[in-house]
């Protein structure tokens, strides 16, 4: 016997945050269960704790593979929210899939654009400044980290494209064999809800959880006005113009609470698992 109901929820996959694990997304997992009887969730336990860390393209490629099993589980579709890192990682991996089935994908407040910040640091690197990271993180060493992947320095450009291995290249800022294929996966969403906020007080700038992100000076341009959008690199500007981008900025939640706090959970993820 089915739920009343249970058929028309799609299955979800969620992917949890850095130095963290399948166990931190667990109130998020009840309450999706708990509101939307009958929906499959698959909680993904790969790469916790310090595992997170590991090389981007290493995450991303057991990802993939973890998001590609359980979409032929299911053909009817599948979404997949990726919280932090987690939304970044799955972000990749949906690209790396160019015929897959993931009708939505929800991003919850990761650094879609990039991360620079010291508050992000000190969680994983207590005695690293941002204005020096780039030292570490543009090396051969530094890119072994899943952070260097992503570490975006407004300040070195120059050795942000030269050394970064990850984020250059899923943005389309780096062209390669893949450039087609990983646009090929975005545009095949029906829907990318893209989810951040001012008192996020981790993912900085907060709105590269958009796409946005600083330029040199500091000053945050909105991703409309960036080249990743108007040369449409990966496909934001299709989605856009086609309804299927959506972005919502939530005050007052700091990084930590978007997938613990069931009143935010409400207002910004379930109305978009359906």
């Not at 939530?250 to 978009?272: A, Q």
Request: contains cysteine.
């Amino acid at each position: 016997m089915y739920f009343v109901g249970s058929l028309a929820y799609k299955p979800v996959v969620v992917l949890h945050g850095i130095l963290s694990g399948a166990e931190s997304m667990t109130v998020l997992v009840r309450h999706i269960e708990t509101l939307h009887p009958g929906t499959v969730v698959y909680n993904c336990d790969k790469f916790s704790g310090w595992y997170s860390l590991e090389n981007a393209w290493r995450q991303v490629q057991q990802i993939k593979d973890y998001i590609d099993q359980i979409g032929k589980l299911h053909p009817e579709g599948i979404i997949v929210l990726g919280y932090s890192q987690g939304g970044l990682l799955a972000r990749a991996a949906i690209q790396s899939l160019p015929n897959h089935n993931v009708k939505t994908f929800i991003s919850l407040s990761s650094p879609q654009a990039g991360q620079y910040g010291t508050s992000f640091l000190h969680l994983i690197f207590p005695d690293l400044a941002a204005k020096t990271a780039f030292e570490l993180f543009y090396t051969r060493v530094g890119q072994h980290t899943s952070v260097g992947g992503y570490w975006n320095d407004p300040h070195k450009q120059d050795l942000y494209m030269k050394y970064s291995e990850f984020l250059p290249l899923i943005n389309n800022e780096k062209l390669s064999s893949n450039s087609t294929s990983f646009k090929m996966g975005m545009v095949r969403l029906n829907k990318l809800v893209l989810i951040g906020g001012p008192n996020d007080d981790v993912i900085t700038p907060w709105q590269s959880s958009h796409f946005s992100y600083f330029n040199e000076s500091l000053n945050v341009i909105p991703f409309y006005k960036r080249e990743i959008y108007m040369n449409d690199s990966i496909g934001l500007k299709t989605l856009l113009e086609a309804n299927k981008l959506i972005i919502i900025v939530k005050p007052f939640v700091h990084h930590l609470s978007w997938h613990l706090n069931k009143r935010v959970i409400n207002e910004v993820i379930m109305p978009y698992l359906d």
